[in-house]
Structure formats: structure tokens, C-alpha cells
């Protein structure tokens, strides 16, 4: 898990936490599993990003 900057949230993304969207420019969290079972790549497909509210009640 890693927090996202503003600056570099540049795209749209679904927050997993609540079905909405996290909007372009917006401080969030980014989170994926790190066990690596299926290499890394898989892992970074894998990637979710989050509001940071909504990952702290998850
Ligand atoms: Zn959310």
C-alpha cells in the first residue's frame, strides 16, 4: 500500500471501497498484494486504488 499525490493522480479510478470514482487530482492510496504468486506483473495489474477514507474503514 502506498499513498498517491495529488500531482500524480492522473487518471480516473474505481475505488473498490465504495463502487464510486476517485477523481483526477486526487490524493489516494494505491494497494495490491505483494505476495507474489504470479510474478510482479501480475501484482501491478493487480493494483486498486482507493479513497483514503474509504481504506481506512475497510
Ligand atoms: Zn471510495
Known amino acids: 500500500m502506498q499513498p498517491v499525490s495529488a500531482a500524480q493522480a492522473v487518471k480516473v479510478y474505481s475505488c473498490p471501497g465504495c463502487g464510486g470514482q476517485v477523481a483526477e487530482g486526487t490524493a489516494h492510496l494505491?494497494?495490491?498484494r505483494a505476495d507474489g504468486v504470479l510474478g510482479?506483473?501480475?501484482d501491478l495489474?493487480?493494483?486498486r486504488h482507493w479513497h483514503s477514507s474509504c481504506w481506512?474503514?475497510?
Open 40 to 42: 510482479d506483473a501480475a
Open 45 to 47: 495489474a493487480a493494483r
Open 56 to 58: 481506512k474503514v475497510h
Open 30 to 32: 494505491v494497494v495490491w
